[in-house]
């Protein structure tokens, strides 16, 4: 495969595809070693022996539970059954085409140009599979509706509007020690540990470094010199630094009204919202459904003396446990990133019912949660 050329009449899809997979990237590699995506059989039988599938709702069981009887001898005993609550998930549909000229090999230095390619392309969509989660929390974070607003209120830690300081003198509206720990705590109570992934923008990242708890993974290379890796770990949960993490700018204010009276308002300098996500065990079920032509290559002979073009496309599932994707604002049979982080198109999985009858997912029993901090 080194001295393959990059054009169609030589052109292997499958080799291809094998050979972009074999190629190392840390966020994807790391994101799964860390089992915050776990693979789910359903997902992949549900859409790989349906064709045309793009939705579907799953049932999902729900846990025994209820408060035990005293047995005595004399007190009946009773039972209840388990609900089972219905699950959407989606497929989310991609894809690209890249165009080359025929002297490019020549202008890469002579690096072959099989390798220079499916090296970029495996981070392509590795960036892209990251973005892909990204706005699927933005939109569970703009869920709305009482069950669904516990979720989001207790799984969220603001600590943009904290002024205090600490013993040490630290502002703590920016990421302190005990940060991430207290976030968990609140999201998920004892289930905390369930947590294996923190994935943050760089000015937080630089923060928790100051403050020297931020501890970088190193590697040791092919001539045995230990190098530091841009994998860290803050508590113990691995850290991917990634500055695509949802930031908003908040507009500064001027002092009005006068001090120690009703309706005054306290100067305030602009400043950044940063918005950290953790992300436990099986926090996503995840599943490569596959395209029929995952990639495809298209020859012009006459455009610029002579090019190629490669097309990549992708169809896949990143279903977070616990909750549903409604597909309420959905123009296509693939969202889009906009309908991804669309609040209305989630909701935390129930059984279907309304009113009183309506039960919801334990919210504790979801490994996601998000830090929002100025830094």
């Known amino acids: ?50 064709t045309g599938t793009s939705y579907a709702t799953l049932p999902m069981h729900g846990l025994i539970g209820g408060t035990a009887q005293n047995y005595d001898g004399e007190t009946d005993l009773t039972s209840d059954s388990t609900d089972t609550f219905e699950r959407g998930v989606v497929v989310v549909g991609r894809m690209k085409g890249w165009t080359e000229r025929d002297f490019s090999e020549d202008i890469t230095g002579g690096v072959s140009f099989m390798d220079n390619v499916a090296a970029q392309v495996n981070d392509y969509k590795a960036d892209l599979d990251q973005l892909t989660i990204v706005k699927e929390l933005e939109g569970i974070f703009a869920m709305t509706g009482k069950e669904n607003k516990t979720f989001v209120d207790n799984h969220t830690s603001d600590i943009t509007e904290v002024t205090a300081t600490d013993k040490d003198g630290n502002v703590k509206n920016v990421v302190q020690a005990d940060t991430l720990n207290t976030a968990l705590q609140r999201a998920s109570g004892d289930n905390k540990s369930k947590f294996t992934i923190a994935i943050m923008h760089s000015a937080v990242a630089t923060n928790l470094e100051n403050l020297k708890l931020l501890k970088y993974m190193t590697q040791t290379d092919s001539n045995g010199i230990e190098r530091q890796l841009t994998l860290a770990t803050w508590n113990g949960r691995l850290v991917l630094i990634d500055d695509s993490m949802p930031t908003e700018e908040v507009a500064a204010v001027e002092e009005s009204g006068t001090k120690g009276e009703s309706g005054y308002v306290a100067a305030q300098e602009a400043y950044t919202k940063y918005t950290t996500f953790a992300l436990g065990d099986g926090a996503f079920d995840y599943e490569d459904i596959g395209a029929k032509v995952p990639y495809e290559m298209y020859r012009n002979p006459m455009k610029n003396g002579g090019e190629d073009t490669l097309f990549m496309r992708q169809r896949k599932v990143f279903a977070p446990y616990g909750i549903s994707y409604t597909k309420k604002k959905q123009a296509t049979n693939s969202p889009t990133d906009a309908e991804l982080a669309d609040g209305s198109n989630w909701e935390l999985v129930n059984n279907g019912k309304t009113g009183q009858d309506k039960k919801v997912i334990d919210h504790k029993a979801i490994p996601i949660a998000r830090i929002i901090s100025r830094g």
Request: no cysteine; hydrophobic share 30%; net charge positive.
């Open 1 to 50: 495969m080194a001295g393959a050329k990059f054009d169609s009449k030589s052109f292997n899809p499958q080799a291809f595809g094998a050979y972009t997979e074999r190629i190392p990237n840390l966020k994807r590699n790391e994101l799964i070693k860390s089992r915050a995506l776990k693979g789910n059989q359903d997902i992949k039988n549900t859409f790989s022996s349906q």
